[in-house]
T-cell receptor, first 109, second 115 residues
Framework: DAKTTQPPSMDCAEGRAANLPCNHS???????VYWYRQIHSQGPQYIIHGLKNNETNEMASLIITEDRKSSTLILPHATLRDTAVYYCIVMLSRDKLVFGAGTILRVKS | DVKVTQSSRYLVKRTGEKVFLECVQDMDHENMFWYRQDPGLGLRLIYFSYDVKMKEKGDIPEGYSVSREKKERFSLILESASTNQTSMYLC??????????????FGQGTRLTVV
């Protein structure tokens, strides 16, 4: 079973920040939080990951709460091409990725 | 450019046929994975491999087998294809790394239809 809980869907206006939440209340101390997305008809694509500290790269920012029980993926200026299913994943062991249902993000003009 | 390549984008096979889905990665990754994706069920792990000739069952291994004779290649085998194996199949690879914190790269998928 996936160890994360995400809302099934979200809408975001084009050009605005998209904030995607994820709950992972049973995360253990050495587990990382990863985010992937899947655009229609493509394979999943890695976005970002983190352990304790907030992380930022060219695609997104990841904010992890101090108790590590939840996190938020931020797409700072969403575009129509960011419409996708976003998966929050906690690494179980030895890189075995287990996907939950994810959040369908719809970016609207 | 890192690359995970699946041999076919679309495949149509008959019930009872033996089907081979091939996946090749050029990143010298130790880990390779096979998933299937179905509407409403999401991505489910079928098998994975940490090294050559090693394999482990995922969540739904029934009806499938795998082969990893070379590090770069991971094959998914449907011994006797059935209609309920009609699905999108996705291959992925990743590096073991030293801190369990490396991302996985996915192929474009093979849409298999069993008739």
């Amino acid at each position: 079973d996936a160890k994360t809980t995400q809302p099934p869907s979200m809408d975001c206006a084009e050009g605005r920040a998209a904030n995607l939440p994820c709950n992972h209340s049973t995360i253990s101390g050495n587990e990382y939080v990863y985010w992937y997305r899947q655009i229609h008809s493509q394979g999943p694509q890695y976005i970002i990951h983190g352990l304790k500290n907030n992380e930022t790269n060219e695609m997104a920012s990841l904010i992890i709460t101090e108790d590590r029980k939840s996190s938020t993926l931020i797409l700072p200026h969403a575009t129509l091409r960011d419409t996708a299913v976003y998966y929050c994943i906690v690494m179980l062991s030895r890189d075995k990725l287990v996907f939950g249902a994810g959040t369908i993000l719809r970016v609207k003009s | 450019d890192v690359k995970v390549t699946q041999s076919s984008r679309y495949l149509v096979k008959r019930t009872g046929e033996k089907v081979f889905l091939e996946c090749v990665q050029d990143m010298d990754h130790e880990n390779m994975f096979w998933y299937r994706q179905d509407p409403g069920l999401g991505l489910r792990l079928i098998y994975f491999s940490y090294d050559v000739k090693m394999k482990e069952k995922g969540d739904i291994p029934e009806g499938y087998s795998v082969s990893r004779e070379k590090k770069e290649r991971f094959s998914l085998i449907l011994e006797s294809a059935s209609t309920n194996q009609t699905s999108m199949y996705l291959c992925a690879s990743s590096s073991l790394g030293s801190l369990l914190n490396t991302e996985a790269f996915f192929g474009q998928g093979t849409r298999l239809t069993v008739v």
